[in-house]
């Protein structure tokens, strides 16, 4: 029983720091989606990452989220027939890398700074460095070795 603890244990030391975990972001934190607020001194110091939410809260009688690319972003200007979320509690799941816009599409609320810029990266699949293969395949080799060590180990405590 001991053993079997030991194995998994063991187990989830080995692979758990390959996982990602996706985290959830409360865009302008306790102020929410509103005006006036500076979205990129807020999103300065995250690290947004494919897979990670974005959750804009707002009163929705008075503001919605619109996704935009970088030239309406730039102008302030929601396409029309574009994807207006307007719930109030709006979960965006950022599902590929690259750069992001949201803009509020009422009266003059995105020219009051409510729109967000955001650069969402692939954690998933990172960008070799030249000695990525070398360290990869050390660290491969490293996690088989603890593995078989493990299942020696479990198999002579039988």
Not at 64 to 82: E, I, L, M, R, T
Not at 97 to 120: E, R, T
Not at 122 to 135: I, K
Not at 138 to 151: C, D, P, R, T
Request: negative net charge; hydrophobic residues 45%.
């Amino acid at each position: 029983m001991a053993s079997e603890r030991f194995v998994i244990l063991a187990i989830a030391v080995i692979f758990l720091p390959t996982v990602a975990i996706a985290m959830e972001y409360i865009v302008g934190d306790d102020k929410g989606w509103t005006t006036n607020f500076n979205y990129d001194t807020w999103a300065k110091d995250k690290m947004f990452n494919v897979g990670d939410t974005l959750v804009f809260r707002y009163d929705p009688k008075v503001d919605d989220v619109v996704k935009v690319d970088g030239a309406a972003f730039k102008d302030c200007v929601a396409p029309s027939g574009g994807d207006v979320l307007t719930s109030g509690n709006d979960n965006v799941v950022l599902k590929s890398p690259g750069n992001k816009w949201y803009i509020s599409s009422k009266s003059d609320h995105c020219a009051m700074d409510q729109k967000l810029k955001i650069s969402v990266m692939d954690m998933s699949a990172p960008e070799p460095s030249p000695n990525a293969a070398v360290r990869g395949n050390i660290f491969s080799g490293f996690k088989v070795f603890v593995a078989l060590f493990v299942l020696l180990m479990a198999l002579n405590n039988y």
